[in-house]
């Protein structure tokens, strides 16, 4: 026993001397390494140690490394390469350090996905020099921004430095200058997109604004205007006027065109006024009125519409030459069709009331009679051909007919008069016929 100690003894100082001279190994087999700094302190060489455990894949030995004061690798004339048969760690002379690859383009080269995952609610990538450039992912469970991730950049003017310019949240929406975003695109401020010199733009208040160069200046298009008035073409900032659909145009002067000036042409003062600059009062002497066109003038707080012809009004229908309805300069109106109206008032002087008077020669009836006999209508109305060939004056046809109520109306009451008196003397003879029975 005492041998096999001395022998351990020997062995052990012929390896401590060799260590400290200059001697060469072919193999060298251990389980712990330690530095000559920790030993004999078995405390401090759980801090710094190189060991082979038998923790590595399907149970092979394990190379563990742990040193507390750090580990520095360094090649200084060669690539320096970590190798597992899964992937590789390589950093080559140049600088660049790929992961599962070994010939990177870039400092960091990643062949395959890559995470960065905090503990805490977000995940920072900073970007460039400054502080507060990166890329933040929100892992809150607050989702203050959205559960997604932004876009911070740096800015000096900024309260805080920086400003949080682009958001996408866990939905898909994308926020510009807003913190959660309700829409696909939400954006807080204004706006352009341009292309081939072209641009649509929103100003941050109340305009969208519309650019062609090859068409013109172009201008604000749409307008949300005072008086929540909704305007297009503010102030005529599209020169040519506002064109909607293939032909109606409304030009910055106030001339409308639809289908061209030859079809349709409304022309302020012209063929189209509505101003009431031009009408001071609602009086006949007062009223500016175009020889052709229509008029709206201001009447006490609302508005009439007045039509205005110079050899009268016709109204036509498609496909006809005939007027279906016409207004002449002397105030007379044709309607080539039938005319329906829930009331119709026709104001006409004199009445039939002259029937009434005690001066009136009301006609017998035998001489009425003879007439219808004669001439098949009755007197003072005309026949049914006049009717159809010269046509009814309404008004005078009603009082025509009132008349020839009111002499019916006479002869009536006559005829009861008549019919009392009749009554009477029927009612005389009875009596007498019962007194002579009764002296029988």
Do not use: C
Not at 204 to 225: C, K, S
Not at 243 to 262: D, H, M, Q
Request: proline share 3%.
């Amino acid at each position: 026993m005492k041998k096999t100690l001395l022998a351990s003894v020997l062995a052990l100082f012929t390896l401590s001397l060799n260590a400290q001279s200059n001697v060469s190994y072919s193999n060298i087999f251990f389980n712990n390494l330690y530095p000559n700094a920790v030993s004999g302190n078995t405390a401090e060489q759980t801090h710094y140690h190189i060991m082979s455990t038998g923790g590595g894949t399907g149970g092979s030995p394990l190379l563990d490394v742990k040193w507390w004061g750090g580990l520095n690798f360094e090649s200084e004339g060669g690539n320096v390469r970590l190798k597992s048969p899964y992937g590789t760690l390589f950093m080559s002379i140049g600088g660049n350090t790929g992961i599962n690859t070994e010939d990177p383009k870039a400092t960091l080269d990643v062949r395959g996905s890559a995470r960065i995952n905090s503990l805490s609610g977000y995940s920072h990538l900073g970007l460039g020099q400054q502080t507060n450039d990166m890329i933040i992912a929100d892992n809150s469970a607050e989702k203050l921004y959205g559960g997604g991730y932004f876009f911070r950049v740096h800015n000096d003017s900024a309260p805080n430095q920086y400003i949080d310019a682009l958001m996408i949240d866990d939905n898909g929406n994308v926020g510009i200058g807003v913190q959660k975003p309700n829409y696909k695109l939400d954006i807080n401020g204004s706006f352009q997109s341009s292309s081939n010199g072209n641009s649509f733009a929103y100003n941050g208040g109340a305009d969208l604004i519309l650019r062609a160069p090859v068409r013109g200046t172009g201008g604000r298009a749409i307008v949300h205007d005072v008086n929540n008035t909704l305007s297009l073409n503010y102030e005529g900032d599209f020169t040519g006027g506002t064109k909607i659909g293939s032909a109606l145009i409304v030009k910055n002067n106030g001339e409308i065109y639809a289908g061209g000036p030859s079809s349709v042409s409304f022309q302020d003062d012209a063929r189209f006024t509505v101003a009431k600059s031009n009408v001071p009062s609602l009086t006949a002497t007062s009223v500016s009125m175009p020889q052709y066109g229509f008029l709206a003038p201001n009447v006490t707080g609302s508005a009439e519409l007045w039509m205005s012809g110079n050899a009268g009004i016709r109204m036509f229908t498609a496909g006809d030459s005939t007027p279906k309805f016409n207004i002449a300069t002397n105030g007379n109106a044709s309607l080539n069709g039938k005319f329906e109206a829930k009331e119709v008032k026709v104001t006409l002087s004199p009445t039939a009331d002259f029937v009434f008077e005690e001066k009136y020669d009301l006609p017998k009836l035998e001489n009425v009679e003879k007439f219808i006999k004669e001439n098949k209508h009755l007197p003072e109305v005309a026949s049914a051909k006049e009717m159809e060939k010269e046509g009814v004056n309404v008004g005078e046809f009603q009082i025509k007919l009132l008349q020839k109520i009111e002499e019916l109306t006479l002869y009536t009451i006559e005829q009861n008069k008549i019919n009392q008196e009749q009554g009477k003397k029927i009612e005389e003879l009875e009596k007498q016929l019962i007194q002579l029975n009764s002296k029988k």
